[in-house]
């Protein structure tokens, strides 16, 4: 399979995430501990196969970020799928896709990037955007939905992602597949406190069927959807990468009305058009830059 079609693979099953969580019939912080535990023993088994080497003797300072990161993306995964719950895969989806405005917005102050017209723009279209999807003055309280809330819970998980591609920018000598694997673990170890003290981790009633699809989750959507994704990047430019990865949101939105019937209005849609076109805005370069 070329790299091409391995990546697009990568991004369906990443869209297909709403799916599987709003069916396993766990809390959002279980199916987050299990993702981890699960996707990083299933990593650390490949890299064996593979014969991908992996450094585990890393600096205090890398074992700190790497902490830090680790704890955000497990906190990051458990808004998102309360996100799931409260609100609409799509509106979940595109509040969630407001990572990279934040990145913009926190990048010149983190990392001293230099502002641009083009990044203020894409920041106002993004927050346009989100301002439609939210529709203020409509009712936000639709049958089991609390879209409001669904939201937030989808601009936290945002926010925390950001922090996870931010904090990355500062951890040296370990390649993206060793800090993957490394942030998976951490983020099991941070949680396993957390869900231990917050529920009752009593599994005994579980049915097949969320067992079925919290191992596919763990399995597929983390160690195989992590391993694919690493190795197409690899073959692929960072212009193909960043406008191919918009098969993640589309591909999340058609599956929620085709398998769960959900729908947007049609202002809905103009402000998800402008949430995924500010960052593919901020993504593009122009003129004959050539691609990083």
Do not use: C
């Given at each position: ?196 003290m917050t529920e009752e981790m009593s599994y005994g009633g579980l049915g097949v069927q969320s067992i079925v699809l919290i191992a596919i989750f763990g399995v597929v959507h983390t160690g195989v959807a992590y391993l694919l994704y690493f ?24 599956m929620a009305a085709l398998f769960l019937s959900e729908s947007m209005t049609f202002v809905q849609v103009i402000g998800g058009i402008l949430i995924l076109g500010s960052t593919f805005l901020s993504e593009i370069r122009i003129g004959r830059?050539?691609?990083?």
């Amino acid at each position: 399979m070329g790299a091409k079609a391995t990546f697009i693979m990568v991004m369906l099953i990443f869209g297909s995430l709403g799916l599987f969580v709003k069916n396993i019939d766990l809390s959002s912080s279980e199916i987050a501990l299990f993702r981890g535990a699960i996707g990083s023993v299933f990593l650390i088994a490949a890299s064996f196969i593979i014969k991908q080497k992996v450094n585990f003797r890393i600096s205090k300072r890398n074992l700190t970020l790497l902490l830090i990161s680790g704890a955000a993306m497990g906190f990051n995964w458990i808004f998102l799928f309360e996100a799931y719950l409260f609100t609409t895969i799509s509106n979940a989806t595109l509040s969630y896709y407001f990572a990279p405005i934040f990145v913009m917005l926190l990048a010149p102050i983190l990392l001293k990037e230099k502002w641009t017209s083009k990044k203020a723009v894409s920041i106002l279209l993004a927050f346009i955007g989100l301002f439609l999807v939210v529709q203020p003055g409509v009712s936000s309280l639709v049958g089991a939905y609390n879209h409001p809330v669904g939201i937030g819970y989808g601009l936290l998980a945002a926010g925390l992602y950001a922090s996870v591609i931010l904090i990355n920018k500062f951890i040296r000598g370990l390649s993206d597949f060793e800090t993957t694997i490394m942030q998976l673990a951490m983020a099991t170890v941070v949680m396993l406190p957390y869900v231990f003290m917050t529920e009752e981790m009593s599994y005994g009633g579980l049915g097949v069927q969320s067992i079925v699809l919290i191992a596919i989750f763990g399995v597929v959507h983390t160690g195989v959807a992590y391993l694919l994704y690493f190795s197409s990047m690899k073959k692929l430019k960072g212009q193909t990468i960043a406008v191919m990865s918009y098969i993640d949101p589309i591909s999340a939105v058609l599956m929620a009305a085709l398998f769960l019937s959900e729908s947007m209005t049609f202002v809905q849609v103009i402000g998800g058009i402008l949430i995924l076109g500010s960052t593919f805005l901020s993504e593009i370069r122009i003129g004959r830059k050539k691609v990083a």
